[in-house]
C-alpha cells in the first residue's frame, strides 16, 4: 500500500501509521525458526586412563585465565622470549587480526537489524529555444527497514557472534602454539649448548688419550693400530659435535622468526642450562581440558552452524519489509522552506517464495549437513584431547622411570672409562678396551642429558595438551597430589 499527500496537516497521521507499523513488526520479529542449540554431547571417560585423574564433563572454558605458563622452568632468558613472542609473533598477529575482522562482521550483521535512514536534496534546471527555463528542487528523509519476523537477522548475527568467539580462541591458540614452539626450540638449543659441552670435555680427553697412545707407539710399547683407532674416536667426536652446532643453528633460527626477527639479526649465546622440570598435577580437574582453545573454537562453530540452520530456513516464510519518506519540492531551492505543501510516503511490502525449484530445501539440507560436519569435528576434536593428554601422561611416566636406570648406567661406565684407561696406561689391557670404554661412557652421559631434555618437553607438552598452566587459585590446595619429575 502506499498514498501521497500535499496537506501538512496529515504529517501527524503519517508518523501514527508507520509507528503502528514498527510496532507491529517488532512484535512479530520475536520469532525464530532456528533449532534450540545444545553443546554436543561427547565420550568423556572416568578418569584417565595413564594418571587415574577425575574426570569430569567438559564444557568449553577457554575465558580461564591460564598464567604466563613457561614461568615455571625458572628460566629468564625464556620468560623474556616468551615476551617478545607474544609482541612481535605474525602468527598472533594474523590472528588478532582475524578476531578484528570477525568482530566487524558482527557488527555489520546487527545493523541489519535496524532501519536505514537516508537524506536526500536535489535541484534540476531545464530549458530550450522555444520555451523559458523552468527548475524543481527536492528535500527528503527515506527510511527502510526489513522486519526480523522470522529471525533470519536475528540468527544471522548469532552466526556471526559465534564465528567471532571461535575466532578469539583461534587467537589463544595461536599464542599457546606459537610460546609452546619457541618453549620446544630453547630446550633444544640449551640441551645442545649443554651436549657440546660435554662433547668439548670428550674431545678434551680424547686428545690427550691420543698423545698418550702416540707416545707409546713412538717408545715402541704400541702398535700403530691403537693410534689409529685413538685419531678415529677422536675425529668421530668432532664431527658429532659440528653436527650438534649445526642444529643449534638451526634451534636458533627458529626462536627468531618466532619473536618476529630475521634469523641474521638474532643472536642467543650459549649459557647454562636451567634444568628444571614443572611438578605435574596428578588430580587433574576437568577445567584444565576445557580451556583448550581448540575445543572451545569447535564448539563455538557448532553453535554458528546452528543459526545457519534457521537462516536456511527462515526462507520458507514471508519477509516483510517497511518504507517511508517525508519531503518537500519546489521550484528552487528557496521555495523548500516556505512552500506549503508537504509530500510523505509510506509503504508495506510482503513477498515470498512461490517456486524456486527446491532450492530452499536443499539450503536447508546443506545447513544442518554443515551442522553435523561441525558436531563430528567438535567431538573429533575432544577425542584427540582426551588421546594427547594420555599420550604426554603416559611419556612422562616411561621417563620417570627410566631416568634412575640412565643415571646408574653413566655412573657405571664412567667408572669402567677410568679404571680402562688407568689400565692402559699401566700396559694391562688393549686401547680397543680404552676405545670400547670412552664410547660407551660418552653415550651414557648423552643419554642422560637428552632424557633431560625430554622430560622437559614433555612437561611443557602437557601443559600445552591441557590448554595453559597451573597458576588458577583452585590449583594452590596444600594437599593436592603431583607427579614428581626431577631431572
Not at 542449540?37 to 580461564?64: C, H, I, R
Not at 704400541?222 to 650438534?244: D, F, G, H, I, Y
Request: glycine share 6%.
Amino acid at each position: 500500500m502506499k498514498r501521497q499527500l500535499q496537506q501538512p496537516s496529515s504529517r501527524a497521521n503519517a508518523l501514527r501509521t508507520l509507528a503502528s507499523a514498527l510496532c507491529c513488526a517488532g512484535m512479530l520479529s520475536a520469532c525464530s525458526v532456528a533449532p534450540v542449540y545444545e553443546v554436543p554431547s561427547t565420550p568423556a571417560p572416568a578418569s584417565f586412563k595413564e594418571a587415574g585423574a577425575l574426570w569430569q564433563g567438559a564444557q568449553p572454558n577457554d575465558a580461564m585465565d591460564r598464567g604466563e605458563w613457561w614461568t615455571l622452568f625458572g628460566d629468564a632468558q625464556l620468560n623474556q622470549l616468551a615476551a617478545q613472542v607474544q609482541v612481535n609473533n605474525q602468527n598472533i598477529a594474523a590472528a588478532a587480526a582475524a578476531v578484528a575482522q570477525a568482530q566487524a562482521a558482527v557488527r555489520v550483521q546487527r545493523a541489519g537489524l535496524l532501519p536505514t535512514v537516508s537524506g536526500s536534496l536535489g535541484q534540476t534546471r531545464q530549458g530550450g529555444s522555444q520555451a523559458s527555463g523552468s527548475g524543481s528542487a527536492s528535500l527528503g528523509i527515506n527510511a527502510a527497514w526489513d522486519a526480523d519476523v522470522w529471525g533470519r537477522l536475528k540468527e544471522s548475527v548469532s552466526a556471526a557472534q559465534s564465528s567471532a568467539q571461535a575466532s578469539e580462541a583461534d587467537l589463544a591458540a595461536a599464542r599457546l602454539s606459537a610460546v609452546g614452539s619457541l618453549v620446544q626450540n630453547y630446550f633444544r638449543l640449551r640441551e645442545a649448548d649443554a651436549e657440546l659441552q660435554i662433547l668439548q670435555q670428550s674431545i678434551e680427553g680424547y686428545q690427550r688419550s691420543l698423545q698418550i697412545t702416540q707416545n707409546r707407539y713412538d717408545s715402541g710399547i704400541e702398535a700403530r693400530t691403537a693410534v689409529l683407532q685413538a685419531q678415529t674416536t677422536l675425529t668421530n667426536t668432532q664431527a658429532s659435535a659440528e653436527s650438534l652446532r649445526q642444529s643449534r643453528q638451526t634451534y636458533e633460527h627458529a626462536i627468531a622468526v618466532l619473536t618476529g626477527q630475521a634469523p641474521a639479526q638474532f643472536d642467543l649465546p650459549a649459557a647454562s642450562w636451567q634444568v628444571t622440570v614443572p611438578q605435574v598435577p596428578g588430580v587433574v580437574p576437568s577445567t584444565l581440558l576445557e580451556r583448550r582453545p581448540d575445543i572451545a573454537s569447535a564448539e563455538r562453530a557448532v553453535a554458528a552452524a546452528n543459526a545457519q540452520i534457521g537462516v536456511a530456513q527462515s526462507a520458507y516464510y514471508p519477509s516483510l519489509g517497511l518504507s517511508g519518506s517525508l519531503g518537500r519540492t519546489g521550484s528552487n531551492l528557496g521555495d523548500l522552506f516556505s512552500a506549503s505543501g508537504l509530500l510523505w510516503s509510506l509503504g508495506a511490502s510482503i513477498s515470498q517464495s512461490i517456486f524456486n525449484a527446491g532450492a530452499t530445501a536443499a539450503q536447508v539440507d546443506s545447513a544442518r549437513a554443515g551442522h553435523a560436519a561441525k558436531t563430528a569435528s567438535y567431538r573429533q576434536t575432544v577425542l584427540g584431547a582426551f588421546q594427547a593428554v594420555e599420550d604426554v601422561l603416559s611419556n612422562i611416566a616411561a621417563l620417570n622411570a627410566q631416568q634412575p636406570l640412565l643415571q646408574q648406567s653413566l655412573d657405571s661406565a664412567e667408572k669402567v672409562e677410568q679404571q680402562m684407561l688407568n689400565r692402559y696406561k699401566e700396559g694391562q689391557v688393549q686401547y680397543t678396551d680404552v676405545v670400547t670404554a670412552q664410547a660407551t661412557a660418552l653415550n651414557a652421559r648423552r643419554s642422560l642429558i637428552q632424557l633431560q631434555l625430554n622430560q622437559q618437553l614433555a612437561a611443557a607438552q602437557l601443559i600445552q595438551e591441557l590448554g595453559g598452566g597451573w597458576h588458577a587459585p583452585w590449583m594452590q590446595a596444600p594437599d593436592a597430589a603431583v607427579l614428581q619429575s626431577k631431572p
